[in-house]
Each structure stands twice: as structure tokens, then as C-alpha cells.
């Protein structure tokens, strides 16, 4: 039986945890509108993007109250739940675990100076189609000055379907990524889903990144399966992503507390590339 990027994900994160001096206990979980977090004890938090809720009451999910009572290995379980929610809070409880695994094992991470655009590989002399899971606005720019064509997969109802003005062309097909040179996929996939299907349209990629706060997990699993990048974020101001998430807060306003990076998968092992 084929296993799932969330699954090997979670084996790798619960088999990795071994090996840490001591696991770190759960302090708070928090379901905000905009992101969900996971902050541990030893000062470290994890965030992933919440999913949409189709609640029709003011409940949006019947275990609240009790998330922060259990042990972090059991909440990053959750990452393969079939609920968003609980799917969210195992993502944030995965990247909580993973940052405190890379922060013990530092030596496994090299350092580098390129940023995560600068990465993809745009050539005048080849075919540049840019796929794209999740539509990311601050990408757009860049992507359009140098894709021949940028194809959005996004479910988000805001975002009409066809071409949008000046921009790219809107879809729910995922197979609309087989013809895609490039493919950029956002973190939060693993939240919402569609990682796994996204992966195997991309046939003709030859390069597939991973970006967005939510992509915080150990990056083995997605370089196995033939991703070249994970950018993420660790926050390192635990207290103003805090309040700002739980004042419905997103990436644009809590990405000040942290620090991106990325992770390319590399021959000889993993760089870390670290920006403000």
C-alpha cells in the first residue's frame, strides 16, 4: 500500500524524536481564523495555515479545550486526520517537533545565500510554464515577468475560474500541472490536501518547490519524492505571533516575528538558507 507524504512525514518526525534529549510538552494550540499554531514549553511554536470551516454553528470543531492537554507526538497524528482542523493542528504540532529536532542537529544543515525565487530555474533557452498549488499574491510579479504561462490550482471560491485580468489562469484541476516546467506548491497543501496528487501531475516539472509557513516539517519525506526546495518560517518571537495570529493575523502581519528559510535538497546533503 502506498503511504502518503503526510504519512512518511509524520514517521519521520516520530522516528527522529527519539533521539532528542527530551520531548517537549504542549504549552498551547490555538484554531484562529487565518492560522493555526502549536507552541511547546521549550519556546518553540509551530503555524499552519486553518482551513476553511463549513461549521453552520459557532462550534467549529467539538474537541476544543482539550488539543493542549495532550502529548505533541499525538497531536502531530492529527496531520493525516480527515478533519481540516485537527489536520491543521498535527501540521502546526509537526513543525513545532521538527524545528526542535533541526535546532538539536544543526551540523545536518549547511548554510547558503540564495533566496527561494532566485532558485527556480527560469532559462531563455527552455520552456518556462509555472504551475502553482495555492495562489500566492506576492509571487505573481516575479512570476510574470518571467513565465510564458503561470496556471493557478487554488479551491478558494474568491478566485473565479479562467484568466484572471493580468494575471494567470485560475483552475481546480489539479492536471493542469502536467505540462508545467516549474511548480511551486504552498506549504498549507498539507493542511488542505492535495500534495500527493499535485506531485504525481507534475510530470514534466523540473522543479518542484515547496513554500509558505506551513511547510515547517523535516524536509526528507518531500526530497524523496523529488522536491528540490521546503521554504518555511521559524518564528523567534513567540509572543507577537502570538497575539497576532489570535487576532486573526496572517502571514503578512506575524511573518515579522519569524525568520524564513530553505532547505534545498542538495547531493551531499541538505542547505539551509536563512533570510530576513
Known amino acids: 500500500m502506498t503511504t502518503t507524504l503526510q504519512e512518511e512525514i509524520i514517521e519521520e518526525v516520530t522516528s527522529r524524536s527519539t533521539h532528542l534529549d527530551a520531548i517537549p510538552e504542549v504549552r498551547m494550540v490555538a484554531i484562529s481564523l487565518g492560522y493555526t499554531f502549536v507552541e511547546l514549553d521549550n519556546g518553540i511554536m509551530g503555524v499552519c495555515f486553518t482551513p476553511r470551516s463549513d461549521s453552520g454553528s459557532c462550534a467549529h470543531y467539538s474537541g476544543a479545550g482539550a488539543l493542549s492537554e ?14 481540516p482542523l485537527e489536520r491543521s493542528v498535527g501540521v502546526a504540532a509537526v513543525n513545532a517537533l521538527s524545528h526542535t529536532i533541526m535546532a538539536q542537529d544543526p551540523g545536518q544543515y549547511r548554510f ?7 532558485l527556480l530555474p527560469f532559462d531563455p533557452d527552455e520552456s518556462n510554464k509555472v504551475g502553482m ?17 503561470l496556471v493557478v490550482v487554488d479551491d478558494n471560491p474568491d478566485l473565479k475560474i479562467g484568466a484572471m485580468a493580468a494575471g494567470p489562469v485560475i483552475t481546480r484541476d489539479v492536471g493542469a500541472l502536467k505540462n508545467a516546467d516549474i511548480v511551486i506548491i504552498t506549504g498549507s497543501s498539507a493542511a488542505v490536501g492535495g500534495f500527493d496528487a499535485a506531485l504525481d501531475a507534475a510530470t514534466s516539472a523540473r522543479f518542484v518547490g515547496v513554500v509558505g509557513p506551513s511547510a515547517g516539517w523535516l524536509p526528507q519525506p518531500a526530497f524523496r519524492r523529488g522536491v528540490h526546495a ?11 505571533a502570538r497575539r497576532t495570529i489570535l487576532e486573526g493575523g496572517g502571514t503578512p502581519q506575524f511573518i ?16 539551509r538558507i536563512w533570510r530576513r
Do not use: W
Open 70 to 83: 495532550k502529548p505533541v507526538l499525538e497531536l502531530c497524528q492529527l496531520m493525516g486526520s480527515a478533519h
Open 112 to 118: 547558503s545565500e540564495t533566496d527561494f525565487l532566485d
Open 133 to 149: 498549488v495555492g495562489h500566492i499574491g506576492p509571487f505573481m510579479p516575479f512570476l510574470k515577468k518571467r513565465a510564458d504561462s
Open 230 to 240: 521546503v521554504a518555511a518560517t521559524k518564528i523567534t518571537d513567540l509572543s507577537g
Open 256 to 271: 515579522e516575528y519569524g525568520r524564513k528559510y530553505t532547505l534545498v535538497n542538495e547531493s551531499g546533503g541538505i542547505t
